[in-house]
């Protein structure tokens, strides 16, 4: 329709448990690699590898930081997005650091981070 905004169908609750789903598969990923690495260098070669580190991690960014901007238009609260976007904050931090070394710690700390912020959001949309 034109001069007419179409809603999306998707709840933000449901967007932000996607997110939250994501964000916890960043982490096993995360863990994962670090695991594997430690246990089978050929395993963490394609694991660890910086571009599926950095696909996922943007990728991951992206969603997240529509379903906060949903959820302020859905319910009005700032906090949730506020938690969020420093998550999100980290996690373009640890994509600008070099792969290895301490840039784990920070997506891990950042996806957490994020990961609250949806939770936040969730219980904000209910």
């Known amino acids: ?43 963490g070669g394609f694991l660890g590898s910086p571009v599926i580190h950095e696909v996922g991690l943007t990728l991951a960014m992206i969603i997240g930081a529509f379903a906060l901007g949903r959820g302020i238009l859905d319910h009005g609260f700032m906090m949730p997005s506020a938690v969020g976007g420093m998550g999100l904050g980290v996690m373009a931090g640890a994509l600008s650091l070099p792969h290895g ?9 950042g996806v957490l981070i994020l990961a609250l912020g949806h939770r936040l959001n969730a219980m904000a949309s209910d």
């Open 1 to 43: 329709m034109p001069g007419a905004m179409m809603q999306m169908s998707i709840p933000t609750s449901r967007l932000d448990r996607i997110a939250v789903g994501l964000s916890g598969l960043c982490v096993v990923h995360c863990v994962a690699t670090a695991v594997l690495l430690g246990l089978l260098a050929s395993a």
């Open 101 to 109: 070394g301490n840039e784990p710690i920070f997506t891990v700390v």
